[in-house]
């Protein structure tokens, strides 16, 4: 069976498991469209350049609440359905299932919150700039990539320790900030300012921008591809862990 | 020369609780023949899942080693993960809000069913195990039995050459109970090896050919199924009802006993007697004390594997103590 069949396979189920929950439905409606609406009136109804820069910032918030409320969940909710132990026994390659999950769990919010903010921008007749549409499908393709990364790199790291559910919440608004979706980074504390070169979508937000302005910043994308690399190399390790944990000492819960 | 369908050797398991080392499986040795169906008997805590879990590859054995058809457990996981399936059954292990159906479609992958098979396979085991007509409902939605159902028809998916079965029939009604019975029993008439752990022993004695008792996580008895039963001491249990005088059973003749104490009221009396084996003179026997008896009433039954089990269990419980 072909690699991206596994992959593919794992992706549309993960898919369906969201759909069945309307959680989706808060994170890829009602969460963007409430920022976009504070962000807007705000800025007392920006145009142009900076909407564009605003619509890209509500874009990856809602795709990082996606991330972090469904893709770092899956083995958790895998433990508690019982069938974490079928997807680490299967023939197929456990890390490549997991990938397809934790794209699967992220992309249908995604979907639904470009469509959100296209549609909110469409009713207040707020026109947005993208001098250089490719290069920002390809940012917008690298950070949903990034964001696949990162949720395979948390939900393993969520599944080794108790305090999963708080680390998420805890890590929701922080990342927001680090990244300068809600404020500048400049604006940040240099104490915590270097932070925000370890989250990706800080440097996805600039290419965004960048891209939507007319001048890829290639070195932001370039950041993206080496942080999500990063995260990838972390996610596999750490459910390497689990594996290790769960076959040795038998002391993860399993089917 | 074929390989043995599991082949475990000196396998011990332990675990840490605290400072203490719980032994869950002390130097477990034994051997499945291609084509034939063990039970795995034993009480709660007795290491059964601890042994699943292990030829399962879920869980890494302390010392020791097993393997499945000529691949270790150990270091050619994926290669045993492609032989044997497994079903732990029970209400959990599915995905609740997705369909029979999606549920059936997923594990297949997992398990290396591609979608051309899948497509072909998934509504003849649905239709196998009497799931067509939910197949689209959430899994959330079906009883106990259909669920254990669905877990039977993903083990049966990927047409595995060694099935490991932890208690298929709890929750089935007698006749899916049955039913499944049967498809086991076929599946073994095609070839595949099952390891069955069950505490009903109705299912033991319609299918296993051999018999391993595991007690505290050793191996106690490894018998075929006719000599397991044998090890209860005697072949038949024979009930006797009758009216007036209660008989005298002092002194029975030898190769009878009586199972327990007769009971009796004024209107008539039940006595119940075990044969150890038998012959033409144990009817003589019967018929000579029971001579000056009114008998209203005989049945006679073989003796049950539960009475096998039962009396080698509290065997071991007393060498133990």
């Not at chain 1, 639904?112 to 549609?119: H, I, K, R, S």
Request: net charge positive; with cysteine.
């Amino acid at each position: 069976m072909a690699v991206t069949e596994v992959f593919v396979t794992s992706a549309r189920h993960q898919m369906a498991v969201v759909r069945a929950h309307p959680l989706f439905l808060v994170l890829g409606i009602l969460q963007p469209l409430a920022l976009l609406l504070v962000m807007f009136f705000a800025r007392n109804r920006p145009i142009g350049a900076q909407a564009t820069a605003i619509a890209t910032a509500v874009l990856l918030m809602s795709y990082w609440g996606a991330t972090v409320w469904q893709g770092a969940g899956i083995l958790r909710r895998e433990r508690s359905n019982g069938t974490l132990g079928a997807s680490m026994r299967g023939v197929r390659s456990p890390v490549l299932v997991l990938a397809g999950k934790s794209l699967g769990a992220t992309l249908l919010p995604a979907l639904l919150t470009a469509a959100t903010v296209a549609t909110t921008l469409a009713l207040l007749r707020t026109p947005v700039t993208i001098a250089a549409p490719g290069w920002y499908l390809l940012g917008l393709v690298s950070a949903i990539l990034s964001g696949t990364a990162m949720g395979l790199l948390l939900c393993s790291l969520f599944l080794l320790t108790r305090f999963g559910p708080q680390l998420a919440s805890a890590l929701l608004y922080p990342v927001f900030l680090l990244a300068g979706l809600l404020i500048p980074p400049d604006f940040l504390p240099p104490a915590v300012r270097w932070l925000g070169w370890f989250v990706s979508l800080r440097w996805a937000q600039q290419f965004l921008v960048s891209a939507a302005g007319g001048a890829p910043d290639l070195g932001s994308l370039g950041l993206v591809g080496i942080l999500t690399c990063g995260y990838i190399i972390g996610g596999v390790a750490a459910f390497r862990r689990i594996d290790h944990l769960v076959r040795s000492r038998g002391n993860l819960e399993l089917g | 020369m074929t390989s043995p369908a599991v082949e475990v050797e000196s396998l011990s398991r332990w675990f840490r609780a605290g400072k203490q080392r719980v032994e869950a499986l002390s130097r477990v040795s034994f051997q499945i023949e291609p084509g034939s169906i063990v039970a795995l008997l034993g009480a709660n805590g007795a290491g059964k899942t601890t042994m699943a879990k292990i030829l399962a590859t879920l869980l890494l054995p302390s010392a020791g080693s097993a393997r499945i058809f000529g691949h270790d457990v150990v270091r050619e996981a994926a290669a045993c993960r492609r032989l044997a399936s497994v079903v732990f059954g029970g209400e959990r292990g599915l995905y609740p809000q997705l369909s029979g159906r999606d549920n059936l479609r997923f594990f297949g992958m997992l398990a290396g069913v591609n979608r051309r098979e899948g497509r072909h396979r998934v509504p003849i085991l649905l239709e196998q195990v009497g799931l067509s007509g939910a197949a689209d409902r959430r899994v959330e939605t079906y009883s106990k039995g259909m669920k254990q159902r669905l877990h039977i028809a993903i083990g049966f998916l990927p047409r595995p050459q060694l099935l490991l079965l932890d208690e298929p029939t709890v929750g089935l009604d007698p006749l899916e109970a049955e039913r499944l019975r049967g498809a086991i029993d076929q599946a073994r008439q095609e070839g595949v090896s099952v390891l069955l752990t069950s505490h009903y022993l109705l299912d033991v004695e319609r299918l296993a050919d051999r018999v391993l008792l595991l007690d505290r996580g050793s191996i106690r008895e490894d018998l075929h199924l006719t000599d397991f039963i044998r090890r209860a001491g005697y072949a038949a249990v024979v009930t006797v009802r009758g009216s007036g005088c209660m008989p005298r059973l002092d002194d029975p003749p030898p190769g009878i006993s009586l199972a327990n104490e007769p009971t009796g009221s004024g209107s008539g009396w039940e006595v119940t007697l075990r044969v150890q084996e038998w012959s033409p003179d144990v009817f003589a026997q019967l018929a000579t004390l029971f001579a000056t008896s009114q008998v209203t009433d005989v049945q006679v039954r073989e003796v049950r594997l539960e009475e096998a089990f039962a009396q080698a269990a509290s065997q071991h419980s007393g060498s133990r103590g």
